[in-house]
């Protein structure tokens, strides 16, 4: 169970990436139960394939009215992002970081960056977003981690709070209807086996 302060979170502020104006995050869970997914970066090879992922559920999200939202921590690579089509919802930026922070997404180092960069996970990842046609870069802020929140509706509840542990790692789409108690019909992406040996 979340020990999240809702009112708290709530209160932090994102700018649209559409309109620019600044909104309160705990306005994007108002009126409507909404999916909350914090990438990395925009230029993330991985956070593409995995917002891609998670833009498979869009129009089963719709059809029973869950808010699909992205949230970047920075503008960096925005524009790219947009213009790939990586993801179907709507999408802000933290420009404080302030929500990163407030859900425990961790912030590496120039020490542990890399093995995390370099992790199995990753790699197997890596791999599907090129098998996909998904490149990346790597400008903007390379070190931050980032995750998944689910509210219900009007703020009744964290339904998932899912943290980053390895930049690889990501919600399956199972869990996120699961969470919702919905059913999808969609299959996720396999994520083809990479040799440990490598």
């Not at 917002?51 to 503008?75: Q, R």
């Not at 960056?113 to 990842?125: C, N, Q, S, T």
């Not at 219900?152 to 209807?177: C, M, N, R, W, Y």
Request: with cysteine; charged share 25%.
């Amino acid at each position: 169970m979340s020990t999240l302060n809702l009112a708290k979170l709530g209160s932090n502020l994102l700018k649209s990436a559409t309109s620019g104006e600044n909104v309160e995050l705990g306005s994007l869970w108002q009126d409507q139960t909404a999916v909350i997914f914090f990438l990395r970066r925009f230029g993330c090879q991985i956070c593409r394939w995995t917002a891609a992922e998670v833009s498979k559920l869009e129009k089963d999200l719709n059809a029973s009215g869950v808010a699909l939202i992205g949230v970047g921590p920075e503008e960096t690579g925005l524009k790219e992002f947009k213009e790939g089509g990586f993801f179907k919802g709507d999408i802000y930026i933290d420009e404080k970081k302030q929500c990163y922070r407030d859900l425990g997404f961790k912030r590496y180092n120039a020490i542990n960056v890399f093995p995390a960069a370099l992790g199995k996970k990753v790699r197997e990842i890596a791999s599907k977003a090129s098998a996909d046609g998904i490149q990346g870069n790597f400008s903007g802020d390379l070190l931050q981690s980032g995750g998944m929140l689910i509210v219900a509706k009007g703020g009744e509840k964290v339904l998932l709070h899912f943290i980053q542990d390895s930049p690889g790692d990501h919600v399956p789409l199972e869990d996120i209807t699961k969470a919702l108690g919905i059913t999808a019909s969609v299959q996720a992406g396999v994520r083809p086996q990479v040799r440990s040996e490598e």
